[in-house]
């Protein structure tokens, strides 16, 4: 499905730095927490602007993308849920993938958006990008810098996590 820009947890992101051992005491599981905790952050200060846009245009929407298979979480998202000791959504793997998600209720998601796979918060379909175009400049950028913060925060768990993966010393306890 389109997105709102490239998927920032995909297309061979990669650790640049390779930390020394004695780094990983903060970057390892405390780092992981604390930028797991940044993600849950970021989503929720989005949530109100991303509830304004959707109340605009998902009502009349005859292609809603709330399908099963939008609503299992990813890899990435058991390690998010892992550092916040979180429980995951169930993923229901015998549901067909295209029938409606399990969450979605009359009203919406019953999921708060921070324990929404986050697909369910970075996918922006066309007319959710032409809602977007209709914002206010001023509204517009702050959501787009929004955006942008939490992308990297997003890159920033995964790296974060494939670096404990990566140290022999440090058995990945969020392994996948
Ligand atoms: S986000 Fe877009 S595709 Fe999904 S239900 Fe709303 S309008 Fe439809
Ligand atoms: S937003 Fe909620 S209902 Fe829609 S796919 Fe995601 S988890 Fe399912």
Known sequence: MPGYGANPVSGGN???HEPHVEDRGH????????VA?????????LDVHMEALTRRVCPTCRDVCCISRHGRPAADDLVYYK???????PSEPDRPDTSPCHQLGASGC??????R???C???FCTPLIEALDRLPARQARVLDAQLSRLSSAR????????????????PDPYGR
């Open 37 to 45: 905790e940044e993600n849950r952050r970021l989503i929720e200060s």
């Open 121 to 123: 918060t970075w996918y």
């Open 14 to 16: 990669s650790v640049s």
């Open 110 to 115: 019953r999921l708060p958006r921070a324990e």
């Open 27 to 34: 970057s390892g599981l405390e780092g992981l927490r604390e």
């Open 155 to 170: 890159i920033r768990l995964v790296e974060t996590h494939a670096a404990i993966e990566a140290d022999p010393l440090h």
């Open 83 to 89: 550092a916040l000791n979180l429980v995951p959504p």
């Open 117 to 119: 796979p986050y697909r």
